[in-house]
Nanobody
Framework: QVQLVESGGGLVQAGGSLRLSCTTS????????MGWYRQAPGKQRELVAT???????NYADSVKGRFTISRDNAKNTVYLQMNSLKPEEKAVYYC???????WGQGTQVTVSS
């Protein structure tokens, strides 16, 4: 059974940082590409960052230089370190087993100004 559970969201001041975690079942992180996505009300879900099983990363242009995606294969966990957060980045952030329909439940990130 594929299971993805996000955590680490919360309220942060503009310019602050959060680290999101996505803990998965089995060896999903080591064997698959993983991604972080976000969705605000009335907007489409958008790609934030991805990491492949080989360790290659990809970022949305809007977060390059501020966000870092990483994996800990031993812990079956993927992380998203978010720095210099902006108010417009308030959204529900989702972990995904990439190229599939498997998503976590999401974690809310609120950035105050």
């Amino acid at each position: 059974q594929v299971q993805l559970v996000e955590s680490g969201g919360g309220l942060v001041q503009a310019g602050g940082s959060l680290r999101l975690s996505c803990t998965t079942s089995g060896r999903i992180v080591s064997a698959n590409a993983m991604g972080w996505y976000r969705q605000a009300p009335g907007k489409q879900r958008e790609l934030v960052a991805t990491v492949t099983s080989a360790g290659s990363t990809n970022y949305a242009d809007s977060v390059k230089g501020r966000f870092t995606i990483s994996r800990d294969n031993a812990k079956n966990t993927v992380y998203l370190q978010m720095n210099s957060l902006k108010p417009e980045e308030k959204a529900v952030y989702y972990c995904r087993l990439d190229t599939t329909h498997y998503w976590g439940q999401g974690t809310q990130v609120t950035v105050s100004s």
